[in-house]
Nanobody, 127 residues
């Protein structure tokens, strides 16, 4: 599975961006999808995840109420709507996918379990 992330850019604090991640190849399988981010000089951290059906979501505490993860399985795409952006949201954002079976319609935030990673898209929030 190849993941292509897009939608990053430069935005002022308080602004919004929407990231997209489109999967290609192996799309007949079911995938738990997530977004992680890595700021300069910091370790990669979990941002949000969504189960294969979209019924279950999870967020890092610092983005709850500001970010929304959704997916469109017909388009093999997952989105991250980011509102009320803060300078501390500046990072490279990566989408990730884990193959799951039908019964595993839940989320987690363990990066080591995700098999597939996109290249990342840079989000810069100016103050």
């Amino acid at each position: 599975v190849q993941l292509q992330a897009s939608g990053g850019g430069l935005v002022q604090a308080g602004g919004s961006l929407r990231l997209s991640c489109t999967a290609s190849g192996g799309t007949s399988s079911k995938y738990l999808m997530a977004w992680f981010r890595q700021a300069p000089g910091k370790e990669r951290e979990f941002v949000a995840a969504i189960s294969w059906s979209g019924r279950s979501t999870d967020y890092q505490d610092s983005v709850k109420g500001r970010f929304t993860i959704t997916r469109d399985n017909r388009e093999n795409t997952v989105y991250l709507q980011m509102d009320s952006l803060k300078p501390e949201d500046t990072a490279v954002y990566y989408c990730a996918a884990e193959t799951v079976d039908y019964s595993r319609d839940y989320t987690h935030n363990f990066d080591w379990r995700f098999e597939f990673w996109g290249r990342g898209t840079l989000v810069t929030v100016s103050s």
